[in-house]
């Protein structure tokens, strides 16, 4: 009697199984092409409280902000192709990106034909309290010794960082800004006003609204216009090709 | 059942797609736009999407490749084993319930699938589509926890598939 209907439950099994093996995958490839999705988001004014976010609709990389002169840039501001990269100071795979990308300055920087504009997205829900406070540190940077200033501060946090909210921001900011050159107590001043709370709202809000879900995010905008969504630590290799894609779009 | 040259072309082409689709999971939307335009040429585009494929080495962690790795020749191993025990049972007795573990296991799999640091794991996303992918955050291994699940449930309807197929076609007394 038992066995009957232990057969029976099998047999609902198989179809049911079925079922779901599709719609995962159809749920992962729906997902993949940007779904509904929810990021961290802190709450403006209330620094470093994540709260939760109902589910945003699909998000468009033609949404993505001017670059303006606000942005931090490095290469040719002018340049034919841009690449914007929404990055968080305690993701891995922005460090590994980081990398990557002052590769791909080094080859397409020099002859301006390639500019890296860089976002913050910071994930307060990954890594609460210490990637917002970096971003923060490098918009206060900015503000106190400009673009060169914002570089060196982020080329040598990225170079130091232990990444996953692992990383001492009581000992590193302080010893970068000493290295930068900054003025310390200028700096500290900046840090504590919450002046950059809104700007860096507005860079998560940009990226979400281009379809980041996660970092790094990057948009490559090609001499037309066009936008191509880059998403995740890609290889040296994968950006060069998609740069040359990026060119034939006149 | 390997010896057939066959059902192992079948476990190698379904790894290997898995892989494939893993890998490229989170830069679907990138494939899309640039298979769509007409202003690159197939090569620019072929070689774009194979130098994507690097990314198992730039974008996944350590841990988490291993899992997509063993994970994809597992989804091989199963779907072929699947094949030829439901091409055998055709031929002697009716379907048995046994490929419930082995879609079971396709569907655990899923969850081991993609990069959850880069917010294109499967499971980041349902759990965003619930408005919880907070959650990850108290998981020790970032969700990479499913992954494992999803090769113990792989390996368990592997063994179990295994078991029916060298059972041998009878009518069992009750």
Not at chain 1, 11 to 39: C, D, E, H, R, T
Not at chain 2, 42 to 55: A, D, H, Q
Not at chain 2, 76 to 98: A, C, D, F
Request: aromatic residues 10%.
């Amino acid at each position: 009697m038992e066995e009957t209907t232990q057969k029976q439950t099998n047999q609902y099994l198989i179809p049911i199984s079925i079922v779901m093996a599709g719609a995962f995958i159809a749920g992962a490839l729906y997902m993949s092409n940007g779904g509904p999705n929810s990021v961290p988001v802190a709450n403006p004014g209330t620094n470093n409280q994540p709260v939760a976010q109902a589910p945003q609709p699909e998000g468009s990389t033609d949404a993505v902000r001017a670059v303006d002169g606000a942005d931090h840039i490095k290469g040719n501001p002018n340049a034919a192709i841009k690449i914007v990269e929404y990055s968080d100071f305690e993701c891995p795979f922005c460090k590994r990106f980081h990398d990557t990308m002052n590769e791909v300055m080094d080859k397409y920087g020099d002859n301006g034909d390639v500019a890296w504009v860089f976002r913050q997205f910071p994930l307060d829900q990954l890594h609460p309290v210490k990637a917002r406070a970096v971003a923060i540190a490098s918009e206060c940077a900015a503000e106190q010794g400009g673009n060169d200033a914002f570089w060196k501060f982020t080329d040598g946090y990225f170079d130091v960082t232990l990444t996953n909210n692992r990383t001492d921001i009581e000992t590193v900011i302080p010893q970068l800004v000493k290295e930068t050159g900054l003025d310390q107590v200028a700096f500290q001043t900046c840090f504590e006003s919450g002046k950059y709370d809104q700007h860096i709202e507005d860079d998560i809000q940009n990226a979400v609204a281009t379809g980041g879900r996660g970092t790094p995010w990057s948009v490559v905008i090609a001499p037309n216009g066009k936008t191509f969504p880059l998403n995740g630590a890609q290889p040296l290799a994968a950006v060069e090709q998609l740069i040359e894609i990026a060119r034939n779009e006149k | 059942m390997f010896k057939r040259p066959l059902h192992a072309l079948l476990a190698v082409l379904v790894a290997t797609a898995v892989f494939v689709f893993a890998v490229l999971l989170p830069n679907f939307k990138l494939i899309t736009v640039v298979f769509t335009s007409q202003n690159s040429t197939l090569l620019e585009k072929s070689s774009l999407l194979l130098n994507l494929l690097g990314s198992i080495q730039t974008n996944f962690t350590t841990l988490s490749a291993i899992t997509v790795f063993l994970i994809s020749i597992l989804f091989g191993i199963q779907v072929s084993l699947l094949v030829y025990y439901i091409k055998r049972v055709r031929t002697g007795s009716k379907i048995s319930g046994v490929g419930v573990s082995g879609l079971g296991g396709l569907v655990s799999g899923m969850f081991g699938i993609g990069c959850a640091a880069c917010g294109t794991f499967v499971l980041t996303s349902l759990l965003a589509l619930f408005g919880v992918s907070g959650l990850l955050a108290f998981l020790p291994f970032g969700g990479e926890e499913f992954g494992f699940i999803g090769l113990g449930l792989l390996g368990y309807s592997i063994y179990m598939l295994t078991k029916k197929i060298n059972d041998p076609l009878v009518c069992s007394v009750n």
